[in-house]
């Protein structure tokens, strides 16, 4: 493991949306490709990568509710499509010589293995990127959740939010321009500051287990690299 690393084992939260590119909904080749060249980088360094993954690019439970469909089976439908884009992250790793496991914590037969967290910790230890698909296995639980469940389950240094902004700002910086941006947080100031960094379910987790996150703009080539290199204008802490 590189001594120049700061989190050795991280899990990265990304979005289904990295994986559509400037495509409305589904999937584009390409910006599949940039997902995985950026994460060879950091592995090319000694990183150890779990990886969990949302599934807007398809389908997000919130879409059903509004046409009055029923919150247990929308979500479960949001799980499945986490299912689709691991197995889409799997050949695009593959296709760039990555050993990638799949992991599911729903049943899916001869599709993806189920969830075992002691086969994930070997998997990790041997350089093999692991993705944890169908959410935590339950709805009203967010992928955010299941990140950081996750995260702590295989003893990762901090669990990274991929989005489209560089770290968290008092304010909402495409709208407000006068936003001040923070490079470090406590999970207590997050909390006085009403900062919306993930759902309140898996930011309690994080607090109560002292498990960092790190929010930062995916969209940069070498972002990725400096965050866990420690590089702390690559995005804003939480600790």
């Known amino acids: 493991m590189s001594g120049s690393l700061r989190f050795n084992r991280v899990l990265l939260k990304l979005s289904g949306e990295?994986?559509?590119?400037?495509?409305?909904?589904?999937?584009?080749?390409?910006?599949?490709?940039?997902?995985?060249?950026?994460?060879?980088?950091v592995l090319d360094r000694g990183a150890e990568v779990?990886?969990?993954?949302?599934?807007?690019?398809?389908w997000r439970g919130k879409m059903g509710g509004k046409d009055g469909m029923d919150h247990v089976n929308a979500d479960k439908m949001g799980m499945l499509a986490t299912v689709m884009n691991a197995m889409a992250l799997r050949e695009f790793f593959s296709e760039a010589g990555i050993p990638v496991l799949i992991q599911c914590a729903i049943p899916m037969g001869t599709f993806v293995a189920p969830y075992?967290?002691?086969?994930?910790?070997?998997?990790?230890?041997?350089?093999?990127?692991?993705?944890?698909?169908?959410?935590?296995?339950?709805?009203?639980?967010?992928?955010?959740?299941?990140?950081t469940l996750r995260a702590l389950e295989t003893d990762c240094d901090a669990v990274l939010k991929a989005t489209k902004v560089d770290g968290v700002y008092s304010a909402d910086p495409m709208k407000d321009p006068s936003a001040v941006r923070y490079s470090e947080l406590s999970f207590d100031e997050a909390l006085e500051k009403h900062l919306?960094?993930?759902?309140a379910a898996a930011f309690s987790l994080c607090r109560d287990n002292d498990l960092p996150v790190i929010v930062f703009d995916f969209s940069s080539p070498d972002t990725l690299e400096r965050v866990i290199s420690g590089d702390s204008s690559a995005g804003t802490v939480v600790s």
Do not use: C, H, W
Not at 18 to 39: H, N, W
Not at 196 to 199: E, G, K
């Open 18 to 41: 990295a994986l559509k590119g400037q495509r409305e909904f589904g999937y584009d080749a390409s910006a599949i490709r940039a997902v995985v060249e950026k994460i060879k980088t």
């Open 50 to 58: 779990a990886i969990v993954v949302g599934a807007g690019n398809i």
């Open 116 to 147: 075992d967290r002691e086969q994930a910790i070997r998997a990790l230890e041997s350089g093999q990127v692991v993705i944890f698909a169908g959410g935590t296995g339950n709805p009203f639980f967010t992928t955010d959740t299941a990140a």
């Open 196 to 199: 919306s960094v993930m759902d």
